[in-house]
């Protein structure tokens, strides 16, 4: 069978790769992936062919990976973070089912929500949710059920996607929507170009997070009813009893 | 200042350790965790003081590392996954308002829900919530609360901790919460042993899963009402819509 690799390579600096994706990206001669992503680990491997497709070509870039696979060339699909956290591995799967001569194999790697969370401190800890505010592909109703059912059931909460240039005041909606249940002094915290140049985090309420202005670079935490501030950093306890 | 790193290594493997995590243990003096991880990692890491405290010694544990780096030492504290994620992170912070001449320093690494997540497929890709079915630390009635929230508001939900000898029934009161929301054909899936020897994955709907036993070593994937098995994989598409 021909092997095709779906690698995460986490947040972008390459110290931040586990030596599987490394492994995996040395054997192949072909790594595709987004152009940025490209760009962030292109000097680390020379001598591959490096192909890429813009965003919103994701179907594309699946099928230019397949059909590489086929020729018999060992191919690796780049996707930053982990590929399989709104990243590219589900959709490879179902792509893959018109190549049933290529196998895939999906290689982990260190999502936003865990890599953005070691600079912060320790936001998650304690069970959380990963919603997006993209409503691309998600209807906005589903998006703002998700954003009450954790914010009412106290879940630290992950938000992917926060701001665009069509979206600038999705993060204030979102903030909105969880204060019905959060209160307005629950820590928070974001932070910008996790593991890359400019990497930038700030500790605040929630509040003054609803009146922050991100960019599509920026990944957001809110804390649960336990979350505090420790020196500067936002730590979640391990629970609600101490033992 | 004295630097103490808290380090995921992942699921277990060394291979999907990253090198930041690689480098950091390198560089320490004294390497510190549970003794189950620590008797992972020893083997890649010669010359190095390995100390251990047993399960429910968190507290120990932390002021163990604390007072080696207090000392002068290069320590690191290693946990499986990601640190920040039940793990030892926040408790480290908490540890460390006592010793204030010590910097920590956070290198996140590939959680069960990601390592897993690869294993079957691609189960999480859109929203999703992580939950504890472990009740030591946190009242049953939130669990509880947090499970049928995650199930009305249909995140793909991913269980850490779905049993142990005292629990042994948890999964299945899990299962039954879920399903007042989720359909009992909606697609699951089981991981054991992680990145190990022994690693064993299952896809099975949920009513199948209500009746399965899992030990402490299993990690449990419930998808969202979108959620498919395509090829014996448990696959999320990335969206509600096809653009």
Same sequence: chains 1, 2.
Avoid at 19 to 35: D, F, N, P, Q, R
Avoid at 84 to 111: A, F, K, Q, R, W
Avoid at 143 to 156: K, S
Avoid at 189 to 196: D, E, F, H, K, L
Wanted: charge should be negative; glycine fraction near 8%; charged fraction near 25%.
């Amino acid at each position: 069978m021909n092997k095709l690799y779906v690698i995460g390579i986490g947040p972008g600096e390459y110290e931040q790769m586990t030596l599987k994706a490394i492994h995996a990206m040395e054997k192949s001669e072909v790594i595709i992936g987004y152009t940025v992503y490209v760009d962030l680990v292109k000097e680390h491997f020379p001598g591959k062919e490096f192909l890429t497709t813009p965003m919103k070509k994701e179907v594309d870039r699946c099928v230019m990976a397949f059909e590489e696979a086929k020729k018999g060339k060992v191919v690796s699909m780049i996707c930053s973070g982990d590929a399989g956290v709104y990243g590219m591995s589900g959709l490879m799967y179902e792509v893959g089912v018109n190549y049933p001569e290529v196998e895939l194999e999906i290689i982990p790697g260190v999502t936003a929500a865990t890599g953005g969370a070691a600079v912060l401190g320790a936001p998650l800890i304690h069970d959380f949710c990963l919603i997006s505010l993209s409503d691309l592909l998600t209807p906005w109703e589903k998006i703002e059920a998700r954003l009450l059912a954790a914010a009412e059931a106290d879940f630290v909460v992950c938000l992917y996607n926060p701001s665009s240039r069509k979206r600038s005041d999705y993060l204030q909606k979102a903030c909105d929507l969880m204060m019905q249940y959060k209160s307005p002094e629950t820590v928070c915290g974001i932070v910008s170009y996790i593991g890359r140049d400019g990497e930038h985090y700030e500790v605040m309420d929630l509040k003054t997070l609803r009146d922050t202005k991100v960019d599509m670079f920026t990944t957001v935490w809110v804390g649960n009813s336990q979350t505090k501030e420790i020196n500067g950093k936002m730590v979640t306890p391990r629970g609600y009893r101490n033992v």
